[in-house]
Nanobody
Framework: VQLQASGGGLVQPGGSLRLSCVAS????????MGWYRQAPGKQRESVAT???????NYADSVKGRFTISRDNAKNTVDLQTNSLNPEDTAVYYC???????????????WGQGTQVTVSS
């Protein structure tokens, strides 16, 4: 099972980016999905998470600016980021709890990360 993230880039303050992540492989179910970020010299932090049923949770720093969504049929999770500021600069990682085909347990899987840089 793999998670492939995309959509990062360089954006000016106030701008927007849409990050996308797709899970591939022999998957029978995906429970929680989410986006995390890690800025230079800082620990990785949760940005937003979403359950299979669509319940969401956001870090206080991104509430009202970021929106997480998922498509259960396509095994994707997206993060719409608006009103970006330099403090949002980080590598963004997608994450998911995945149940593989023929397995009983869920495993936690990380994507490779996509760089978001907010600068003028």
């Amino acid at each position: 099972v793999q998670l492939q993230a995309s959509g990062g880039g360089l954006v000016q303050p106030g701008g927007s980016l849409r990050l996308s992540c797709v899970a591939s492989g022999s998957i029978s179910d995906i429970r929680d999905m989410g986006w995390y970020r890690q800025a230079p010299g800082k620990q990785r932090e949760s940005v937003a998470t979403i359950t299979r049923g669509g319940s969401t949770n956001y870090a206080d720093s991104v509430k009202g600016r970021f929106t997480i969504s998922r498509d259960n049929a396509k095994n994707t999770v997206d993060l719409q980021t608006n009103s970006l500021n330099p403090e949002d600069t980080a590598v963004y990682y997608c994450n998911a709890d995945v149940k593989r085909t023929y397995y009983f347990n869920y495993v936690n899987v990380w994507g490779q990360g996509t760089q978001v840089t907010v600068s003028s």
